[in-house]
């Protein structure tokens, strides 16, 4: 199917803007006026202004000179690119690839969207009237090329339309400049005379080449066909994305949810066709007033299990505004993950690890993802180091657990206490923790811990088990050697 | 007569329904659960069988019973999750350390950790793990459970059959809960008699305060690894060796 491209241009993008924000501005002379080398330049003039002969690069003080009554207003670089951007999303109800194309146009990708509003001519008209009912003026052109699109709607007439095929024809009587060329190679076809393209259209590719060098074939070929161009979409196309637009505008949680539901199965399908399933997904809805209101979901393992997704949106469907409805809801699959297979597992009931990632889903979903653990071994010294979270309910520990004896209540930070040591290297024969005094009946110890050498900074640690008179066991450790200044003592744990 | 002796064997039938639909007893047609060996405990419950699916509530006061707690559930979880199988361990803080569960035979990876902030979600979450079917058994670290969150608790266990512990550090009231039993674990100290220097096997003193249908007891037990051992009081070990003694 041969592509066909939209390009919008807006004639005058700031100033518009800034007479919509403004209204009082309107039918008023106003430009936008930067400083460039010390001087005041305008950077955009409006309409009024436009018309009046003060076009954008003149320094300020001359159009003042020329009518006192301008308003000028700083310009905020920037601000076009941003504005630009913000347009380009706006189209994506006209058509899903819609990129900006600075410093002042749109570029619209409408292969095979114009049949839905009855041909290209209906098409243009509706975005062209819905633009200027919000107050910009813009120009807008269709050819089956980017260059071609761009010449018409900024040297061609108003809603032209090059048929398919047809861009060399419309081009034609263009001037070079409508080639997007840089100003040299401008300075260069003036010089020997060539005012509108078909005067050297047709001349040997080589002799161009030699006089102006390979960027005018290029544009020439862009503008052509014969050249691909790269256009950069506004939002990249997501591969696993569904879209459901509404007759009316949806207002009420029971109209969102069967528009999930609806969505939700349409992508699982696909999903299960292909083995696929969904780490993370999000679910927007477009709303009326131009706002997009979203939820996002992740799950643990990838599923494409339509009841598990839904209960997991519908925790969050609350958060969802609709305020005056939405009209175009969209589910996309930001994460696609190759489903595993589940196994049949024929001796155990219990213990299915699908169900019980689902489980958590929900959790992580009501609690945000972060709050729940599995915990692996790690190879690190330090008792708090040497375990790690795993990241799925399938991974299987790569070192066995330690043997040695660890509290089961292990102090997130080690609590300083005062001791009682008969001899260096001996266990306490008492210790205060929090104005607590703690006689020891027991001990075991000591275990050195030091820090691995690579990584060592300071003091090793001395561990003791200690029980008490009642029974309660305690994992102290001494931080530091006596001989070499006043070691500390630490509390890390309980035993059990 | 003979009336009146078939009126109580079907009102013996039908309480032992009733428990079975309780989770007190196995269901019909399902044979009793012998993962659990709790020795000198089980003669405690009705049937001899530790109640699978109920809720159990457990008590402590300081950290150290607190730690004895989570040691005397942990050598419940590593007797139910022999045959596989995850486990849900939820609380306000990380409490426990995972290396420290293999000893009391526990593969720590088989436990998944949910740390919940508010007290409110944490309750939620453990309502929502006690119904799924997959898991083995529910442990919940709360402070505070009213009687109706208990009731809406064995619901979910009812349906489910998971077994639910739910452990209360340090509780503003001890009122009553809709759980099977309610138990205090504390540590005991290690025994005298063994002239080992150091510390021995964990040895605790396990109370069992209140049991439905069952006779409540106190127990002072040592696991050594393979199972619960009991350990006699000082006075009460001569009193046997002297026993012994007398009859050889």
């Known amino acids: 199917m041969p592509k066909r491209f939209l390009s919008l241009w807006f004639c005058h993008l700031t100033t518009d803007r800034m007479a919509i924000r403004q209204p009082e501005l309107r039918g008023k002379p106003f430009v936008l006026a930067g400083n460039e080398r010390g001087r005041a330049i305008v950077q955009a003039s409006s309409r009024e202004a436009f018309a009046r002969g003060i076009r954008p690069g003149r320094a300020v003080a001359d159009a003042r000179a020329i009518f006192p009554d301008l308003l000028i207003f700083p310009d905020r670089p920037g601000w076009g690119k941003r504005l630009l951007c913000r347009l380009a999303e706006w189209c994506l109800r006209y058509t899903p690839v819609s990129a900006a194309d600075p410093p002042s146009g749109l570029m619209l990708d409408i292969s095979g969207c114009p049949h839905l509003w009855g041909g290209e001519s209906a098409y243009m008209k509706d975005l062209v009237s819905a633009l200027e009912g919000k107050g910009y003026r813009v120009r807008a052109a269709i050819a089956d090329t980017i260059g071609a699109a761009w010449a018409l709607a900024r040297y061609g007439e108003q809603g032209s339309i090059a048929g398919v095929g047809g861009q060399q024809e419309a081009l034609l009587p263009m001037p070079p400049a409508a080639l997007r060329l840089e100003s040299r190679t401008l300075e260069g076809l003036e010089k020997l005379g060539f005012r509108q393209i078909q005067q050297f259209i047709d001349l040997p590719a080589a002799t161009l080449r030699r006089r102006f060098g390979e960027g005018l074939l290029l544009r020439l070929g862009q503008a052509l066909g014969r050249e691909e161009e790269a256009f950069q979409p506004v939002q990249p196309r997501v591969p696993y994305e569904e879209q459901l637009p509404c007759l009316e505008p949806i207002r009420t949680a029971k109209g969102i949810e069967i528009a999930l539901q609806k969505l939700l199965d349409a992508l699982c399908q696909r999903l299960s066709r292909e083995g696929k399933g969904l780490r993370k997904a999000v679910f927007k809805g477009l709303r009326v007033d131009g706002k997009t209101v979203e939820i996002t979901i992740g799950t643990g393992r990838a599923s494409h299990n339509p009841a598990h997704l839904f209960r997991l949106f519908a925790l969050k469907i609350p958060l969802l505004e609709p305020a005056l409805g939405i009209e175009l809801f969209s589910l996309e699959g930001l994460l696609v993950e190759k489903v595993q297979l589940p196994q049949e597992q024929l001796w155990h009931r219990s213990g299915d690890p699908a169900a019980v990632a689902e489980l958590l889903d929900r959790i992580g979903a009501k609690l945000g993802s972060g709050r729940m653990h599995r915990f692996l071994p790690q190879e690190r010294h330090w008792p708090e180091h040497s375990v790690r979270p795993s990241r799925s309910l399938d991974e299987k520990p790569d070192t066995d657990w330690p043997d040695s004896v660890r509290p089961l209540h292990l102090l997130p930070v080690p609590e300083p206490i005062t001791v009682m040591v008969p001899l260096p290297d001996y266990p306490p024969v008492h210790f205060k923790h929090k104005g607590k005094l703690v006689r020891v009946a027991r001990a075991d110890g000591p275990e050195r811990i030091e820090q691995e050498w690579w990584l060592q900074t300071g003091p090793p640690r001395d561990y003791y088990c200690v029980e008490d008179t009642e029974g309660g066991r305690y994992w102290l450790f001494r931080l530091g050697l006596y001989g070499k200044g006043e070691p500390q003592w630490f509390l890390h744990g309980y035993f059990s | ?248």
């Open chain 2, 1 to 248: 007569m003979k009336g009146n002796s078939d009126k109580m064997d079907r009102l013996r039938q039908l309480k032992q329904e009733i428990m079975a639909l309780e989770g007190y007893l196995p269901q019909k047609g399902q044979q009793p659960d012998s993962r659990l060996q709790l020795g000198p405990l089980h003669a405690a419950f009705s049937g001899g069988a530790f109640p699978l699916a109920a809720n159990h509530e457990f008590i402590s006061h300081t950290p150290s019973e607190a730690a004895s707690t989570q040691g005397f559930l942990a050598v419940l979880l590593g007797m139910l999750l022999q045959k596989g199988g995850f486990c849900l361990w939820l609380g306000v803080r990380p409490q426990v350390f995972p290396p420290a569960l293999k000893r009391f035979g526990v593969a720590p990876e088989r436990v998944v950790f949910v740390n919940v902030p508010r007290e409110k979600d944490l309750l939620w979450s453990l309502e929502q793990a006690l119904s799924c079917e997959a898991l083995v058994a529910v442990v919940g670290e709360i402070r505070e459970l009213g009687f109706s969150e208990s009731q809406r608790l064995q619901l979910a266990v009812e349906r489910s059959r998971v077994t639910g512990f739910v452990h209360r550090h340090q509780p503003r009231s001890l009122h009553a809960l809709a759980c099977a039993t309610r138990w205090k674990v504390a540590p005991g100290p290690t025994p005298m008699s063994t002239c080992m220097p150091g510390l021995g096997f964990p040895v605790w003193r396990v109370g069992l305060i209140k049991v439905r249908n069952g006779r409540p007891g106190d127990w002072q037990l040592q696991w050594d690894g393979q199972g619960f051992q009991e350990v006699f009081r000082e006075e009460k070990r001569q009193a046997i060796t002297q026993n012994r003694r007398n009859y050889a």
